[in-house]
């Protein structure tokens, strides 16, 4: 019993500590918050049953990234539905910003919006500052196949952004 309430202890500590990584991931798979609400819940119940399988090979954070991004997906499919990218940026952030960055960011978030899954979940990750390593892991990819993805992705949205102005 006291091994349950450690464990229980630790993950729920764990969750806390890196929620930021689940409300991303439901911001870019989601267009609303009862649908946000909806799949936070649903990642962290994956996470949970999950939980056991952590060999902590990888960090915390790479697992549930990979956990979440697998359930988003999974979630989407499900649904059968158009996906909608919905800003990241905190609210404090965008406040400070010049209307001619918030029009960049918009563009730039409007053109990833157009993205396959995949490609939002690998821009997301590299918008995170992850290593090239660590979005291998959790997309189960090679990290050549990352370089030449971001590559790609990158020449899209570039076209796409400048496409749209």
Same mark, same amino acid.
């Given at each position: 019993?006291?091994?349950?309430?450690?464990?229980?202890?630790?993950?729920?500590?764990?969750?806390?500590k890196?929620? &930021?990584i689940?409300?991303?991931?439901?911001?870019?798979?989601?267009?609303g918050? &009862?649908?946000r609400?909806?799949?936070?819940?649903?990642?962290?119940?994956?996470?949970?049953?999950?939980?056991?399988?952590?060999r902590?090979?990888?960090?915390?954070?790479?697992?549930?990234y990979?956990v &979440?991004?697998?359930?988003?997906?999974?979630?989407?499919r499900?649904?059968n539905?158009d996906?909608?990218?919905?800003q990241?940026?905190?609210?404090d952030r965008?406040e400070?910003?010049?209307?001619d960055?918030?029009?960049?960011?918009?563009?730039?978030?409007? &053109?990833?919006?157009?993205?396959?899954r995949?490609?939002k979940?690998?821009i997301?990750?590299?918008?995170?500052?992850?290593?090239y390593?660590?979005i291998?892991?959790?997309?189960?990819?090679?990290?050549?196949n990352?370089?030449?993805k971001?590559?790609?992705i990158k020449?899209?949205?570039e076209?796409?952004?400048?496409?749209?102005e």
């Amino acid at each position: 019993m006291k091994v349950l309430r450690s464990k229980k202890k630790e993950f729920s500590e764990m969750i806390e500590k890196h929620q &930021a990584i689940i409300h991303r991931v439901t911001m870019v798979y989601t267009n609303g918050p &009862a649908d946000r609400e909806d799949l936070f819940q649903e990642i962290c119940l994956q996470l949970w049953r999950s939980y056991p399988n952590f060999r902590e090979e990888a960090k915390f954070s790479t697992w549930m990234y990979r956990v &979440a991004l697998n359930t988003a997906i999974s979630n989407v499919r499900k649904k059968n539905r158009d996906i909608h990218f919905e800003q990241l940026l905190d609210n404090d952030r965008m406040e400070t910003e010049s209307s001619d960055e918030k029009e960049q960011i918009q563009l730039l978030y409007r &053109a990833i919006s157009k993205l396959n899954r995949i490609d939002k979940a690998l821009i997301l990750l590299w918008l995170d500052e992850k290593s090239y390593d660590e979005i291998a892991s959790i997309l189960g990819i090679s990290k050549t196949n990352v370089s030449v993805k971001l590559v790609r992705i990158k020449r899209k949205l570039e076209e796409m952004i400048f496409t749209q102005e």
